[in-house]
């Protein structure tokens, strides 16, 4: 990186452009799940809020093969023999 100031130029480029589009203006500004950000020193209630919303709005996991299961909200589950 200190040979070459601009190896990474094109990844700070896309994601400023990113940081954009979730409507970040300064710093700090936290991206959830690449889809929501939350601009600030912000009150935990709002981050618990936006946690919870990038949640919910998150498409099921799925589980591949047939004895896989998936971790949730309430933990794992181990496949048993």
């Known amino acids: 990186m200190l040979a070459d ?3 990474y130029a094109d ?3 896309a994601d400023e452009r990113e940081a ?3 409507g970040a203006t300064g710093v700090p500004f936290f ?3 690449r889809r929501y950000g939350v601009s600030g020193g912000q009150p935990a209630e709002v981050f ?3 946690l919870e ?3 919910g709005d998150r498409a099921p ?3 591949l093969g047939s004895n896989a299961e998936a971790c949730g909200p309430d933990g794992c589950e181990v496949p048993q023999p």
Do not use: K
């Open 53 to 55: 919303q990038a949640w």
């Open 11 to 13: 990844d700070v480029r």
């Open 61 to 63: 996991l799925t589980a």
């Open 20 to 22: 954009a589009e979730l």
């Open 31 to 33: 991206v959830l799940d």
């Open 5 to 7: 100031g601009t190896a």
């Open 48 to 50: 618990t809020q936006a």
